[in-house]
C-alpha cells in the first residue's frame, strides 16, 4: 500500500478520526515527558497534540511519505520531522523518552524491525505504544467492505488486515521484549459533527479527496448531513497496546547527537 497522496485529502478522508484519536491514544499510551517520537506521523495529527502537551522542540516525527511530511512540518513548526521509515528510523540509540505510533502498524512490512527500531531510539523505561483501528471496529468502512464481500466473496476483508487485535498486538509487543505489557480498546471519538458528515457523504477518494463525479459545489453547502444512523455517524474505536522498554544500551546516552546529525540537543 502506498501513502503517496496528497494532505489535504487524507486529512478528509481519515484526518478527522486520527484527530479526535489522538489525545485518547496519548492518554492510554502513558507516555509523560519529552522527548518522544512519533513513528508514521501522516500530516501530523497526533504530532501536534505531542507538540501542545510536551513542546515542540521536544516533538520528533517520521513517515515515508514527503507530501505527508511536508503538511506535518506546516502544522507543527519546530518539531523534527524526517522522511524515512518505522524499520529504519534516523536517529541514535536512546533519544527519546517514549515513542507512539498511530494507525500505521497494519501497513508495516516488517513489524518486528519496527520494533526492534523502536526498542533501540526509546531509553531505558521509556513507553513504547501503538494503536489501529479495531477489527469490525470502523463502521463506515464495514460498510463498504460488507458490500464488496456481498459481490464477491472472494473479495479482501479489511477486518483480516493485521494487528487489529489484542491478542496480536499483545504478542508482538512481547516478542519484542517490551515489560509490563498491556492493551486495550480505545473508545471512539464522537461522532463526526454535520459538517464532517456533509463533507464524508461527497464519498471522497483518499487519492483525490473527491468521488470521482464530484465537483466542488457538489462537496458544498447544498450536500445534506449524512443520516444519524448512517456509518457516516458511528465512531470508530481503536485497539492500543502500551509496553515500557528494558533494557539498552544506548539509553544512557544523552550527547548532544542522540537525534543524529542534523539536531541540535534538546533542553535537559
Not at 501497513?107 to 501503538?130: H, Y
Request: glycine residues 10%; charged residues 20%.
Amino acid at each position: 500500500m502506498t501513502f503517496a497522496v496528497a494532505a489535504e485529502a487524507y486529512d478528509r478522508y481519515i484526518g478527522r478520526y486520527s484527530r479526535a484519536l489522538a489525545p485518547r491514544f496519548l492518554e492510554f499510551a502513558g507516555v509523560t515527558s519529552g522527548p518522544v517520537l512519533e513513528v508514521g506521523c501522516g500530516p501530523g495529527s497526533l504530532t501536534a497534540v505531542l507538540a501542545a502537551r510536551f513542546g515542540a522542540v521536544n516533538v520528533a516525527a517520521v513517515d515515508p511519505s514527503e507530501s505527508f511530511v511536508a503538511a506535518c512540518r506546516e502544522r507543527v513548526p519546530g518539531a523534527e520531522v524526517r522522511v524515512g521509515s518505522g524499520e529504519s528510523l534516523p536517529f541514535v540509540d536512546g533519544a527519546f523518552e517514549g515513542a507512539l505510533s498511530q494507525l500505521v502498524l497494519s501497513f508495516v512490512r516488517e513489524p518486528d524491525q519496527l520494533t526492534a527500531e523502536l526498542s533501540r531510539v526509546v531509553r531505558r523505561d521509556g513507553m513504547v505504544a501503538a494503536c489501529t483501528f479495531e477489527a469490525n471496529g470502523f463502521a463506515l468502512v464495514r460498510t463498504f467492505w460488507d458490500a464488496a464481500l456481498r459481490l464477491d466473496p472472494k473479495a479482501p476483508d479489511d477486518a483480516s488486515i493485521p494487528f487489529r487485535r489484542e491478542a496480536e498486538l499483545l504478542a508482538l509487543w512481547n516478542r519484542a521484549g517490551f515489560r509490563e505489557v498491556r492493551t486495550g480498546v480505545i473508545d471512539g471519538p464522537p461522532s463526526p459533527s454535520a459538517s464532517d458528515r456533509r463533507a464524508a457523504t461527497c464519498w471522497p477518494s483518499p487519492r483525490t479527496g473527491a468521488p470521482p463525479s464530484a465537483t466542488p459545489a457538489s462537496c458544498g453547502s447544498r450536500s445534506r448531513p449524512a443520516p444519524s444512523r448512517s456509518p457516516l455517524a458511528s465512531s470508530p474505536s481503536a485497539v492500543g497496546c502500551s509496553g515500557s522498554h528494558g533494557s539498552n544500551p544506548g539509553a544512557s546516552r544523552r550527547d548532544a547527537g542522540r537525534w543524529g546529525p542534523r539536531r541540535a540537543p534538546l533542553n535537559q
